[in-house]
């Protein structure tokens, strides 16, 4: 449950008053009667959503007054009208004013017009800066904040209604976004790990890469305010997360998320991938559009089913296989936030995709040392007949990822806690180990597992 931040409350009250008596007053000069002084935006400096956003970008007195224009019909869908009539003194219509009625709630949806009159009026060169306001570089669309609705051609630039999206509205309202629920258009579920950065146990170059795009999230905003010639920064980061299946992959994607406080969303591919030309590219064209200006890591494991190499064209199929790759490779690039792309095989993606990358991570399976410090970190009640020490020494010299080593010793616990014991016992383990192996269709009867089985057996006896 999201909790309402009082702030935001505060400050929205103050907004929508600011907004109420600069409707009046431009009416009121419209209607050549005495109106006053232009009131003047207001805004408390607390911990609320809004004033970080408004502190941030310290807008102009029109483009503060286009945010609350925008927010007005979520916050009071009646205020719009309610105000426009109070200010003509009468219920007659006033076309001057713009605006749409919405078909479902019967509110009043300010356009460009709106804002027109509100701030320009007859004035062509206010009109044409109000303009700027909506364009692609503006704070407005960078934020993925608010947009001025396209119109048909024909029709007046500023007649658009001046929407606001709504995961914004959620934030400046309720100081937080509800996540969107899996579906066609977001085929994504979040990874929430319950462990943290310290426990993430890999050789000690993959943790060196991995703070290379933890460095990025903490510097990004700072690079894309001009820190660096941006004609060399590209937007986003690009990571691929490359190594044998339970090596981490998944974790250390969820990890930095969690370190960054960002969500991270695992995207499904068996929802996104279809047989039917051109729904593969539909389906993530979706999610990128939710997803962008979100501040969200997007996961993408198994990636190369989906970003793999390129087909030679034999048939339609073909091409038309091989353009969605490179529409979605595209969008990959565009995304301006984290994107992960997870492989089993480095060598299954396309060379031609690979030099896009910032980081490229090999997840190798675990060394001796690694085992030692998964099979400790691991470990959920005392071990016997050896200490904790000896037993995680032992049991390293099973060739194991992380993910089997969390089973095996979870296949040994139960072993343990059915017949009531509180210690964990070496044959419990290789118990445990014996069954990992077999769900990776391994044999486990090599002359190294025979003699560590053999010697484990004989500890467990002499105890």
Known sequence: MIDTVPGNALNLTLALQFLGDLITVRVREHLGEDAGTLPQPIVLENDSTFADLAYRHKPGYDAFTILVLALAPHLRPAFLEATLRSALGRDDDFPQFGGHRDPDSRALIPTGETAAFLLADEDLDARFSLQALFAPDHWFATEGLLWLEPVRSSAPFLSGRILIDHAWVERLTQGAETPPKFSASFPARPVQPVLDWDDLILNAEAISRLDDIRRWLRNRNALASGAMPRGHMRKGFR??????SGTGKTLAAGLIGKAAGLPVYRVDLSAVVSKYIGETEKNLSSLFEIAQNRNWILFFDEADALFGKRTSVKDAHDRYANQEVSYLLQRVEDYNGLCVLA?????????????????????????????????????????????????????????????????????????????GRDTLLLVDAVEGVEREYEKEGRVFKDLAAKEIKEEIEALSLSS
């Open 239 to 244: 990571a691929l997360f490359h190594g044998p």
């Open 343 to 419: 492989s089993n095989f480095r060598a299954n993606m396309d060379d031609a995709f690979l030099g896009r990358f910032d980081s490229i991570i090999r997840f190798s399976l675990p060394g001796v040392d690694e085992r030692i410090r998964l099979w400790r970190a691991t470990l959920p009640i005392a071990p016997a007949p050896v200490d904790a020490v000896a037993f995680a020494q032992i049991m390293a010299r099973f060739e194991l990822s992380g993910r089997a080593i969390v089973g095996a010793v979870q296949h040994a616990a139960l072993s343990a806690l059915d017949v």
